[in-house]
């Protein structure tokens, strides 16, 4: 039995982000660890909150970046390419971007981080639901 609740626990920890309540990224940008959140799980049409932390690699959190959230969605029959930016505001040790998704489907993001006039980028997509 107790082997029972230790392998069950560690299926717990193993499927974590499956349950966690944000969506979640994590990924390097040349030498910075960039997390990304969205507040809806999965993202939804219309507004959606995006939280960015970044740390550079002595794990610093970086506060003196320029960032912006480019998110698109290629040409499909009836719908030009839609090209949408938003800034993101720091805020404590994170910047927080608004993102407004116009309708569902799977859509391009990148962000990307401006600091010392060099930038990076980290993509993802998201599926919007
Ligand atoms: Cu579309």
């Given amino acids: 039995m107790k082997r029972f609740a230790a392998a069950l626990i560690i299926l717990l920890l193993a499927t974590g982000f ?28 219309g507004l959606n909150k995006m939280e960015i932390s970044i740390q550079d690699n002595t794990g610093a959190n970086v506060t003196d970046a320029a960032v912006t959230v480019d998110y698109s969605m290629p040409a499909m029959p009836g719908m030009p390419a839609m090209n949408y930016k938003a800034k993101a505001e720091l805020k404590g040790s994170r910047y927080l971007a608004n993102i407004n998704f116009s309708m569902s489907g799977a859509w391009n993001i990148n962000v990307k981080i401006t600091r010392s006039g060099k930038t990076q980028s980290v993509k993802f997509n998201v599926d919007v639901s």
């Fill in 18 to 45: 499956a349950f966690a309540k944000d969506y979640m990224v994590m990924k390097k940008a040349g030498s910075y660890t960039v997390q990304v959140k969205l507040d809806k799980n999965p993202p939804v049409t």
